[in-house]
């Protein structure tokens, strides 16, 4: 079947979103589209330039016989930046306050909008580091490190608070919350990554960085190493922060109990991106 070069167009562009990261050969299109590769290259020429002009990510051309084309996510500073202020406006809602300076984040968590856009702004901070799994700790950190790991086209692997009979032999370790100050027991199953990963830990709240800290020591028992550490919201007034690299895309600068009151701002998320 012979495909026009409108339809190459829409079903490239598709296959490419699917499968980010991933080295499609040229032959692949061809043989797909029954078409020659002088055809398909003049179809991603097209694809790579709307990707680029419409903020979408862009295409890496690997050569030789090989070789072929990998779709990588990339989401600018000035696309970012309006819906990280949108979010700073949506979270400090008062009616968010919870005991204990904590904020109710669910609803956010579970629109798939908002999470798979974090993600996508997440994600492009990481395309070019090298990550084998994306960490995080049930359960509201789940939806982000999905939305994360689904552009960086990894497995999630999840760290829970008790064992699970389904999970099979675990790891567990015992660690202390930076916050609460309290004794905490964190377990993974032993098949849930291969030994000496780099992981990605993304994480939906970080106040002193204690669970943070305890998902770097159990990657520890697996001689993993840490990639990097990404969350949507970090607490500001912190007596002492355990976990400094990371980045995060909204920043609580401030929470009124009393008055009812949540200030927040962006995050270090656009400072640490100039940095790098």
């Known amino acids: 079947m012979k495909f026009r070069r409108s339809e190459r167009l829409i079903d490239m562009t598709s296959y490419l979103l699917d499968h980010p990261r991933h ?40 050569a030789g016989a090989a070789g072929g084309v ?10 970012a930046r309006p819906f990280v202020n949108e979010l700073c406006s949506l979270i400090a809602h008062p009616d968010r306050l919870l005991p204990g300076g904590y ?7 579970g629109n798939p909008t908002i999470v798979q856009k974090a993600g996508r702004i997440i994600a492009s ?26 552009q960086l086209n990894t497995p999630v692997v999840i760290v829970r608070r008790d064992s699970k009979v389904t999970e099979g032999p675990t790891v567990s370790i015992n660690y202390v919350s930076g916050s609460a100050k309290r004794i905490q027991t964190m377990v993974l199953s032993k098949r849930s990554m291969p030994e000496g ?6 994480d939906d709240f970080m106040k002193a960085g204690g669970t943070v800290m305890g998902m770097i020591s159990l990657l520890e028992e697996f001689n993993g190493t840490v990639a990097g550490i990404a969350v949507l919201v970090e607490a500001e007034k912190i007596e002492e922060r355990l976990v400094d690299e990371y980045k995060s895309l909204v920043k609580l600068t401030d929470v009124n109990v009393k008055e009812k009151t949540i200030q927040v701002a962006e995050g270090n998320y656009f400072k640490r991106r100039t940095e790098e």
């Open 125 to 150: 901070a990481y395309v070019n580091t090298k990550i084998d799994v994306v960490m995080t700790v049930a359960t509201k950190g789940i939806p982000l490190a999905y939305a994360v790991a689904s």
């Open 103 to 109: 904020l109710y984040l669910t609803d956010i968590l």
């Open 23 to 62: 080295l499609v050969p040229l032959t692949f299109f061809a043989e797909r589209y029954s078409s020659a590769k002088s055809s398909i290259s003049e179809d991603l020429a097209i694809v790579k330039e709307t990707f680029e002009q419409r903020g979408i990510g862009t295409l890496q051309t690997v």
């Open 70 to 79: 990998k779709f990588f996510v990339n989401v600018s500073d000035e696309e």
């Open 197 to 202: 990963s780099r992981v990605l830990i993304v």
